[in-house]
């Protein structure tokens, strides 16, 4: 049986509208269903991010995962990470993670994870839709075998020590001073706090979450305000983190963005001084600029491409022994401490790099000069626009036009109904063109 509700991140969708508390029950039924694994008591544990839904879901959740004999320890406002780590540090047997990462306040999504902290396999979801499907009645615990749910109240401490320990046990950050975006989303607590236990004088913005406003106007889908912040009050370093805190870009000193290709290349070539890089190349999708795969070639490293996603990353990674990797969208993947992209973390290292260079980070995270990439979006209603006639002529005129000059990409999101066009080349022009011819052929039979 395929997936049909679990995409490249998880199940996401509008809140109360693809993510009902009907489903969010069913899918708390079925992922305990699978990952009851012996005769003890199964645990699970939730995290969520600020959205106003997270609470309905959480409760909607718990709700069936107690119904079939499951205990459940809820965290409370967690970075994905968190509930990644303390997965497999708490012994459970699944974790849960409440939030829509990156998008609005009005959608919402349930990520989970095994009992090793990594997220599940295509084979693993598919056994959960396939129960959710079902009929699930006959497999409800008995009155006393039913289980109990409880707040654990130590979890940003844990956290916070973990994404310390990344570091060297001497590591400071004296004398820096920090803008951290929280996106008003879940690391509001845990960044700042951890990021002034390292030294650093923190400046904070978007770390007043109402419940509609994460990811509005703040984080790293819309770094402007972080941008204008390091600019006003003269920071060393800006860290713009997403809703969930799983991605990270970086501002420098000048108030300009430093995007996830620049920041793998940072990491990689600082592992590969240090004798830490686990093989001399790194892992990314087909979206990083081609510029970084040439600056990796420069230094002796290579990039293997995976498509997007960083479970496809990881993956990548896993299989073939390398411990860094990521996506130019901001995931870092550091697998030497973490199972999924941890935003905080990658952060901590960038500033370690920064701080033992006594450079700006101007200077110490431009490694190269991207080309040119221009990237749209076009929203559809329903049906497979790439598959329209048109659409398909109009994609191999354009790729005759770029011919050996650059590169296109067009592909549907994992997460939402949009269609991305993304061009690259040497000339900016002829990018934009047919970057343009495509996005009119898709966009006249999206609506």
Known sequence: MGRKLFGTDGIRGRANGTITPELALRVGMAAGLVFQRGDYRHRVVIGKDTRLSGYMIENALVAGFTSVGMDVLLLGPVPTPAVAMLTHSM?????????????PYDDNGIKLFGPDGYKLSDELEARIEELIAGDMSTKLASPASMGRAKRIESVHARYIEYAKRTLPRTQSFDGLRVVVDCANGAAYRVAPEALWELGCEVITIGDKPDGFNINHEVGSTAPEALMAKV????????IALDGDADRVLIVDEKGRL???DQLMAVVAESF????RLARDGIVATVMSNLALERHLNSV???LDRTPVGDRYVLEHMRANGFNVGGEQSGHLI???YSTTGDGLVAAL???AVVQRRQRPVSEVCHRFDALPQILKNVRYKNGRPLEDDGVIKAIA???LKLNSHGRLLIRPSGTEPVIRVMGEGDDRDLVEAVVNDVVEAVGAVAA
Do not use: F, P, W, Y
């Open 91 to 103: 012994r459970a047997d699944i974790g849960v993670m409440i939030s829509a990462s990156h998008n």
């Open 231 to 238: 600019r006003e009050v003269r920071a060393d370093i800006g």
């Open 258 to 260: 430093v995007d996830g």
């Open 272 to 275: 590969k001084e240090d004798g």
């Open 300 to 302: 002796g490293l290579t």
């Open 334 to 336: 550091l697998s030497d």
């Open 349 to 351: 290292q960038v500033l």
């Open 397 to 399: 005129a354009a790729e």
